[in-house]
């Protein structure tokens, strides 16, 4: 038995932006993963700013902060057995011209725009998804996630409800 794994995606503005990426992307989503919660932001800059502290040193942060509050951006949180690879993998490389040429019909080789407006985000490991998960729905319990939701969603019965963009249980 291998249990869902939890991953975070956020699908950065100018893929909000653009209906016909956006479209591909939820249906990836919906069929590949279990959709446990989604949720449409605005960001101010600071709230973006500590999101990706890590990066508080690179030559692109203040373009990456300044770009990921210039427009709504959705975030889901995807469960799968293999969640934080398989949606980095769908994603492909950070850079858009190595997407292009190494992936090209990964998102980013498909609707990447710039190293920067790359299209999604991916959580790279187990540790960063926790922290993004609680950084973006601080209300989650993971304690209920690994006790009792993880195998209600895993052994189903689930539905995809299409308002919310998120799978939930069939009662
Ligand atoms: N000090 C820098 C500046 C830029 N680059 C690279 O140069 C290329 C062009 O970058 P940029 O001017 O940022 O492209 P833009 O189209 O302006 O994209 P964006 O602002 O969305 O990043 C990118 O591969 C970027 O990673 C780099 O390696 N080192
Ligand atoms: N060389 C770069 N030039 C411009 N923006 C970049 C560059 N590298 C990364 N970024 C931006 O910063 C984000 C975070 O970087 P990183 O964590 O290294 O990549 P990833 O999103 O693939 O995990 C990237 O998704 C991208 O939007
Ligand atoms: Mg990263």
Known sequence: MIKLQLSLAIIKPHTVKNPVALSYIRNV???KFVVIKTKRLFLD?????????????????NRLVTFMSSG???????????????????LGPTKVYKA??????????????????????????????????????????????????EELYRKGPIIFNKHLFQHVRKL
Do not use: C
């Open 29 to 31: 989503l919906k069929n």
């Open 45 to 61: 800059k600071s709230t973006a700013a500590n999101f990706y502290i890590e990066h508080k040193d690179k030559f692109f942060f």
């Open 72 to 90: 709504y951006i959705d975030l889901h949180v995807l469960g799968h057995k293999n969640a934080i690879d398989l949606w980095r993998k769908m």
């Open 100 to 149: 292009q040429f190494e992936d090209p019909y990964s998102l980013r080789g498909m609707f990447g725009l710039s190293d920067t407006r790359n299209v999604a985000h991916g959580s790279d490991s187990l540790t960063s998804a926790e922290r993004e998960i609680k950084f973006f729905f601080p209300e989650f319990s993971f304690y209920e996630w690994h006790n009792s939701n």
